[in-house]
């Protein structure tokens, strides 16, 4: 009973109000070992599957705003749901994975719990989901939004896309210029070393004067 008023709390702390509930439905029906990790640039979370361990854990990012977290969790859960129908013989985010996580999402596409300009790019992604929410820009930047330091700046966050030609950027301490966009990546003049990179159009950037 103890381990179950956790795992509650859990949800009610990081999940938009109308939504926790949903979620602890969703751990209790199949149970899991359910983490909420350290902040993780690589990944928002996980399931982390173990042939030597009935019990299979999901991982969350801790610092995810509530409506992120709660997408993030619900994709993790699709990925736990088709490992018990289908065990590792599907691809990972292949037909099977986009069927479950949209029938698990679906319960959630209410203004009660997504505000309007999330839920509008939200619906459209799910038309399709891509492996991450992070590769969908129009869902990205609504989603980013509601992150505690643009909330608390009351700034919005800034993409590699946003930037113009030319323009010059810093991301992660390095100063770049931008010179070529490729479809999905950018290629930029890295300015202290003259060397040339592709990164990704979604990459998150400071623009410079």
């Given amino acids: 009973m103890e381990m179950e008023k956790k795992i509650y709390q859990a949800f009610v702390d ?33 399931f982390r599957f173990r042939r030597d361990r009935e019990i299979q854990t999901i991982t969350i990012n801790y610092d995810l705003n509530p409506y992120q977290f709660l997408i993030t969790y619900i994709h993790e859960v699709a990925h736990h749901r088709v490992y018990k129908d289908f065990d590792l013989g599907v691809k990972p985010h292949g037909s099977e994975w986009k069927k479950v996580f949209q029938k698990l999402l679906a319960p959630m596409f209410s203004d009660l719990v997504f505000p309007k300009d999330v839920l509008i790019p939200l619906k459209r992604h799910m038309l399709n ?5 992070g590769a969908d820009i129009f869902l990205s930047k609504e989603l980013k939004k509601y992150d505690l330091k643009y909330q608390e700046d009351g700034c919005r966050p800034l993409f590699l896309t946003d930037i113009k ?20 990546r950018v290629l930029c003049l890295e300015v202290s ?17």
């Fill in 129 to 133: 989901p891509k492996a991450s929410s």
């Fill in 14 to 46: 990081h999940v938009p109000e109308n939504a926790a509930a949903y979620c602890y439905d969703l751990w209790a029906e199949d149970p899991f070992r359910f983490v909420i990790s350290r902040s993780r640039s690589s990944k928002l979370g996980d």
């Fill in 165 to 184: 030609v030319g323009d010059s950027f810093s991301l992660r301490g390095r100063v770049f210029t931008k010179e070529e966009v490729r479809r999905t």
């Fill in 193 to 209: 070393s003259g060397r040339r990179y592709l990164i990704s159009s979604h990459a998150e950037v400071v623009r410079l004067k």
